[in-house]
């Protein structure tokens, strides 16, 4: 089936919702395929092959809504999908912020944004990259096992349509290498892993080199002690600080303003961080993982300043957020068309400080680096943070060792006050952070 086919069907699902008693509608279809490769002792292990292809649909009834999403592309299923859909929708409760976009809202002149990477990659090529990473890894002195590698190359392409108009597609590839590795002392086995994701192989480190970083951080973990409890500077690495500024988005995303059930409700326009923090959203970056030309309601999408100088300047608005808060819709929704949209960032990130990881440690005396975090806890009402971690304790006499079992926590509104970035900011994620220094926290050891 060609793109032209896809558009026409996608056409007929509308037409079809709106005469079967749909006010209004959206939908959308996909279609992705990728192969998967895994290598153990430098053997090929398995090879996996995903080609699929479905559609969603997203009927209203008044205020009323329902979506459904099959497989099925005959025109018996799609016919089938759509009396389900509509018929679901005429039960449903009313809800009086649901809705698409008014035409006059939607994007116009979308501009091109490069997202494919690489051509489909040849599963041979892939297994040579996973056999050259895991054998980087056990060349590392100390390890005693690599459970797995792989490598994969994936690709998607989704058109859209919906009732006031809107018609787009897209299409996106990727490509990524990944390890784990075992290592073991006195009896005790550490595991620890790196991935690399990116829209093009290029601008990844070498299979190589993800196999050397995967093995060197296992022989890290090993001799891992317990730390007294204490009050003490905790340095969040890259690898895991995008998920403090995670908490942030969230707590910022309309629908929690609207639900009043955020640490952060009554904080737009005020100081949340330090002078000259910002936070940064920019939805064209070429081969960007969350670019998007635009939102998840077919809105307009802009680069967005959400923390300025310290200053929070907006909250993160789809359309049934901001028709509860009486706001317009600022371009945050995320992925619709066919199912009710939630609220997301595109690519964000925290602009780089001036002082390396190495200086901001040793600035502060005792400081906790954290490499690994598990199960954080977060009260959303009062922004209360605890989480359980492992990484590396400085002692601010120049030693360093390996330490688990660890609790850090304190309140989220005062740690965003006292953060500070380092200069290692990386861009390979949808949320980038470089790491972030947090003086005076509460470490719970033995």
């Not at 975090?373 to 002692?395: A, E, L, Q």
């Amino acid at each position: 089936m060609n793109d032209t086919n896809y558009e026409e069907t996608l056409n007929r699902v509308i037409e079809k919702a709106l005469a079967s008693g749909a006010t209004s509608a959206d939908a959308s279809m996909d279609r992705s395929r990728g192969v998967d490769v895994t290598v153990r002792e430098g053997k090929l292990e398995t090879i996996e092959r995903d080609e699929s292809t479905g559609v969603s649909l997203r009927c209203f009834v008044g205020q009323r809504q329902a979506h459904v999403s099959g497989s099925d592309l005959s025109t018996d299923g799609l016919e089938a999908l759509v009396d389900r859909c509509v018929s679901m929708a005429k039960i449903a409760p009313e809800d009086q912020y649901a809705g698409i976009a008014a035409p006059e809202e939607l994007a116009h002149d979308l501009p091109e944004i490069e997202l494919w990477g690489d051509d489909p990659v040849e599963p041979e090529v892939l297994e040579a990259e996973a056999i050259e990473a895991e054998a980087a890894a056990r060349a590392v002195p100390g390890i005693k096992d690599v459970p797995g590698s792989g490598s994969s190359w994936s690709a998607g392409e989704v058109w859209l349509a919906a009732s006031n108009g809107f018609r787009a597609h897209k299409s996106s590839s990727l490509s990524g290498v990944g390890l784990s590795a075992i290592a073991e002392r006195d009896g005790v086995m550490e595991r620890d892993y790196e991935s690399y994701t990116s829209r093009r192989r290029i601008d990844r480190p070498t299979p190589a080199e993800i196999g050397r970083v995967a093995g060197e951080r296992t022989i890290a973990r090993l001799g891992a002690q317990k730390i007294d409890s204490q009050k003490a500077a905790v340095f969040y690495d890259k690898r895991v600080s995008a998920s403090l500024i995670g908490a942030f988005i969230g707590a910022i995303s309309g629908a929690a303003i609207a639900r009043g059930t955020s640490f952060l409700k009554d904080k737009l326009g005020e100081q949340v961080f330090a002078n000259g923090i910002e936070l940064i959203d920019d939805p064209f970056r070429a081969f960007g993982m969350g670019s998007r030309r635009f939102d998840g309601e077919g809105r307009p999408v802009q680069v967005t300043k959400i923390v300025e100088d310290g200053r929070l300047t907006t909250w993160l608005l789809n359309g049934p957020s901001a028709r509860q808060l009486g706001l317009k819709p600022n371009g945050f929704a995320s992925p619709g068309f066919g199912d009710p949209p939630s609220i997301s960032v595109s690519n964000m990130h925290m602009p780089a400080g001036s002082q390396s990881p190495e200086e901001l440690i040793s600035s502060v005396g005792k400081c906790l680096q954290v490499t690994e975090m598990f199960g954080p806890s977060i009260n959303p009402n009062t922004g209360y943070y605890s989480v359980g971690v492992s990484g590396v304790w400085h002692d601010g006499e120049g030693n360093s060792f390996p330490v688990s079992e660890i609790t850090v926590a304190d309140n989220l509104i005062e740690m965003f006050k006292r953060l500070v970035p380092a200069s290692d900011l990386e861009f390979r994620n949808r949320t980038n952070t470089p790491g972030l220094l947090i003086e005076g926290m509460t470490i719970a050891g033995r």
